[in-house]
């Protein structure tokens, strides 16, 4: 069988000598497939082994599909740079995998990207917009509604409230320190990985 798919980079994990198993996330959900070569130097495909290469990917074959070709549609590798806009982008990624069997993959896939693009091309924390997402994958799911409330932001839960009633664009206007951020990135990580019975480990950076 051969496909192509507008996907994003989840994961990969070295396989064999010089290839990677790599799990792909897109409109029509998680694919599994192999990346053969790419640690090898100088891979014509390395960029599409990377953490967040959005790619248009070429498969052929079925249980895991081969990747025969690849073209990068958006470059995100500028949010390596900063550590904190980095591993929210992973937790999101994470939290697209393991919420992937219960939510509507086209919705989630375009508010990842989203997402996303929001952490590298605006001034909105990424740790808001990560709150935010796994507010949206808890909502669609339908195991849990994140209150909805706009207020005094006192602590935590006033804040997780405030982030669930606002759109991305507006995250900017809510005025918290940067304890109270932590504090609501990890209140709605340990909601999603009890709903979900799961471990973000990305979100371990802010423990």
């Known amino acids: 069988m051969e496909k192509s798919i507008t996907a994003i980079l989840i994961k990969a994990e070295e396989r064999k000598e010089s290839d ?4 792909l996330f897109s409109a029509e959900g998680i694919v599994v497939a192999v990346l053969r070569g ?3 130097a100088g891979a ?3 960029f599409a082994a990377q953490p967040m290469a959005f790619c248009v990917y070429e498969l052929t074959g079925n249980k895991f599909p081969v990747v025969t070709g690849a073209s990068q549609i958006e470059d995100f590798s500028s949010v390596c740079a900063d550590m904190i806009q980095f591993t929210c982008c992973m937790i999101m990624l994470e939290a697209a995998d393991y919420s ?3 939510v509507d993959c086209a919705e989630s896939f375009l508010s ?3 997402s996303i693009k929001t952490i590298i091309y605006s001034s909105v924390d990424a740790r808001l917009a990560a709150t935010k997402f796994l507010q949206k994958l808890l909502y669609m799911s339908g195991f849990f509604r994140p209150e909805r409330k ?3 932001v006192v602590d935590a839960q006033s804040l997780s409230a405030a982030i669930a009633a606002s ?3 507006e995250l900017p206007g809510l005025v918290a320190d940067n304890e109270l951020i932590n504090a609501a990135l990890k209140l709605n990580l340990a909601m999603f990985e009890r709903f979900f019975s799961c471990k973000i480990n990305s979100g371990r950076f802010f423990s």
């Open 44 to 46: 014509k495909m390395k």
């Open 167 to 169: 759109y991305l664009d």
């Open 150 to 152: 706009k207020g005094p």
């Open 112 to 114: 990842l990207l989203k």
């Open 100 to 102: 992937s069997a219960a």
């Open 38 to 40: 790419v640690r090898k």
């Open 20 to 23: 990677y198993l790599v799990r």
